[in-house]
């Protein structure tokens, strides 16, 4: 057996997981590096190597595969910082990425600002083209108007180009045409079809996912290709593999052909472990708490399956891909507190980032973050901060939380119990929008806290929602990184369907899925060697419905009574009626074909038999107390902890309040029942 390693790259740390021919779990950490993500992976792997007893080459010559999540397509995005990129399209339709649907974000904002197309409509150029919604030609590729857009693109020196030609979801034979002459006339650049990243209709979400990808792909695949390249000199022979938004794995050429599916790369992998988890007996119900430096993660486990959405908007740019249903808050360690417009506290969203990070790290920062306030009220220890890698100024921490509260008149410790108050509620409302908005009751979920600051924060948000249950697993620090491999190979094929009647006759439902399915396994069949599964879905609506909803499809009959049959149980179980005598639409169909990957043996962490810990005051709403400080990895199975006390490891810190009462569990978390 070889090693198998995860990694999982934050706006803060990259955390490091790696599994061991014998099935014990290491966990490592290091700052990440945004100029160059690839050079922080390298640290960390090199700190898991340290921790394992092995050099760096050692390390990767033993492992078979590392599976990585990344924020590069996400920054980019964020920080408009993409490749420059421009769109051909049919002529009369360059604007359609700027009208998008015709909405605002608050549409009784007479003063909100209409949003920047991410491609300047000056590189959106007409080409003269058009087909009919039935595929047939209406005007035919004029080749002169092609030539003379790409001139145009030669000139501007583009970098990407994305193709958006009218009704190309029904027959993309003028994209691919389109697609030759660039490549001929630009062969460096970036080139992207929408029928091939998004073949469906709905025009404003083809092209702008089209756009995403094209505005991206070239900085992740030159992310992608450098950190192949460092892994091989530094002596890695095997596969990497990307985690996708949707929750599977895929290798690096296909992370750079669907760039705009590594959007949620690395949230991904929390929510693939809060699946485990609930395999492993935590509940099938789940609430994902996954609280970092930079943001915290918030998504849904229900009946032991993770929720799947469509039209996600990162950066503000829609991207309709299908992929997982998470909620980002810019709300983390590193978020900074400071007086807002109105003269109130305001903790986030700008976060103080790996770099110069909060003022406690005593690399220049200045500004109190959530983590100076956890350092004033007694809740981290300084000198035993990543396992007393990096030591705290409380000092520092202490100054920058008082100049705050000097603003209000108040002290540190009282400014600090306000920022520790405050970002709770701010992540309470997350588990809000995520549960009570999508019709979820969060008080029969178990809230699965985890990312290295949760343990701090997770029972306060629990209390607040009136949630009785908290987890935090051992590898809270490290669960996305671990969760990456105990994810699946997956490729996914979608769709659209679009005739004179609402849904097809029953033969041409069953060829349509058999379709589908035998073209997501011959994608999936060049990636691995192995039994290969498959699954359906479809996007259906009532006949006067606008928005259709997705149906999963497994086990159903493709037939029009067994696809009418499962969207009227979906329809119920999301909206609690269905409409027995309207008629059903089925909008677009999907498949997947799905292949696991060994993800090595079931084990644990190595246990830490350090010497019992001295208690530490820390600062509640009613005062100062005297708390038991508890050795979290080394607490034996069944062990039961009272609150107020903490429970600390090397990665991870956990707050208990009066009235909490842990219990660890052998499996592998610490479970709080929160008062």
Not at 10 to 15: A, E, K, L, Q, V
Not at 240 to 255: D, K, M, N, Q, R
Not at 417 to 428: F, Q, T
Request: proline share 5%.
């Amino acid at each position: 057996m070889s090693w198998v390693i995860g990694v999982d790259v934050g706006g803060t740390f990259t955390d490091v997981v790696g599994i061991a021919p014998d099935g014990r779990e290491w966990l490592a950490k290091a700052p990440s590096t945004p100029g160059d993500q690839s050079e922080g992976v390298l640290h960390g792997l090199a700190n898991l190597a340290v921790a394992a007893g092995l050099t760096l080459g050692e390390l990767l010559g033993a492992t078979a595969r590392i599976v990585h999540g990344t924020t590069v397509a996400t920054n980019a995005l964020l920080e408009r910082r993409g490749a420059r990129t421009a769109m051909l399209t049919t002529e009369g339709h360059r604007d359609v990425i700027a009208m998008r649907e015709g909405l605002k974000p608050a549409r009784y904002d007479l003063r909100l600002p209409a949003p920047i197309p991410l491609i300047p409509r000056a590189l959106r150029l007409p080409v003269r083209e058009r087909l009919r919604p039935d595929g047939r030609v209406e005007t035919p590729l004029d080749a002169g108007s092609l030539a003379a857009a790409i001139r145009t693109l030669r000139e501007a020196e583009v970098d990407s180009v994305a193709i958006c030609f009218l009704h190309s979801w029904r027959d993309d034979r003028h994209e691919k045409l389109a697609a030759e002459a660039v490549r001929a006339f630009l062969p460096h650049a970036f080139v992207t079809c929408s029928a091939e990243v998004l073949p469906e209709i709905k025009e404003f979400e083809r092209f702008s996912t089209a756009a995403v990808n094209a505005y991206v792909g070239p900085v992740v695949a030159r992310y992608l290709t450098r950190l192949e390249a460092r892994l091989r000199e530094a002596g890695f022979g095997g596969p990497v593999f990307v985690i996708l938004s949707h929750g599977g794995v895929a290798p690096i050429s296909e992370a750079v052909r669907l760039a705009a599916a590594t959007a949620l790369s690395g949230p991904a992998g929390g929510v693939a472990a809060a699946v485990e988890l609930a395999r492993r007996g935590l509940g099938t119900e789940l609430v994902t708490f996954d609280m970092g430096g930079t943001s915290t993660d918030i998504a849904l486990v229900q009946e032991g399956a993770a929720a799947l959405g469509r039209g996600r908007e990162v950066g503000g740019e829609r991207i309709a891909l299908e992929s997982l249903d998470i909620v980002t808050l810019g709300a983390g360690g590193g978020s900074l507190a400071h007086k807002g417009a109105g003269g109130t506290l305001q903790v986030g969203p700008r976060s103080a980032g790996a770099v110069p990070g909060p003022a406690a790290y005593g690399a220049g920062g200045t500004e109190p973050a959530v983590t100076d306030a956890n350092l004033v009220l007694g809740y981290l220890d300084p000198g035993r901060f990543l396992g007393g890698a990096r030591k705290l100024d409380r000092d520092a921490a202490r100054e920058a939380v008082a100049r705050l509260g000097a603003q209000f008149g108040i002290d540190a410790e009282q400014a600090a119990l306000g920022i520790h108050a405050l970002v709770n509620a701010r992540m309470a409302d997350g588990v809000r929008v995520a549960t009570v908005r999508r019709g979820v009751d969060p008080r029969g979920s178990v809230l699965l806290a985890f990312g290295g600051a949760a343990g701090l924060h997770a029972t306060e948000v629990a209390r607040d929602l009136g949630m009785a249950r908290v987890a935090v697993p051992l590898l809270a620090a490290g669960l996305s990184a671990w969760g990456m491999l105990r994810t699946e190979l997956r490729a996914q094929v979608t769709r659209s369907v679009l005739g004179t009647e609402a849904m097809p006759e029953d033969h041409a439902i069953a060829a349509l899925f058999a379709g589908l399915e035998a073209e997501a396994r011959a994608r999936l069949s060049g990636w691995v060697e192995g039994d290969i599964a498959t699954s359906r879905g479809a996007e259906m609506r009532y006949g006067e419905q606008v928005f259709e909803i997705a149906v999963p499809l497994d086990g159903v009959e493709p037939t029009r009574d067994g696809l009418r049959a499962a969207f009227a149980a979906r329809h119920r179980a999301l909206f609690t009626y269905d409409l027995p005598g309207e008629e059903v639409v089925l909008v677009g169909a999907r498949a997947a074909a799905r292949a696991a990957l060994p993800a090595g043996a079931v084990a644990s962490l190595p246990v830490d038999t350090a010497a019992p810990l001295p208690p530490r005051r820390i600062l509640l709403a009613d005062g100062w107390v005297e708390a038991p400080v508890h050795d979290f990895s080394g607490l034996p199975d069944g062990a039961e902890v009272a609150g107020p006390a903490i429970a600390e490891s090397a990665t991870t810190t956990v707050l208990l309040r009066p009235g909490d009462v842990a219990r660890m569990d052998g499996r592998g978390w610490l479970e709080i029942a929160v008062a």
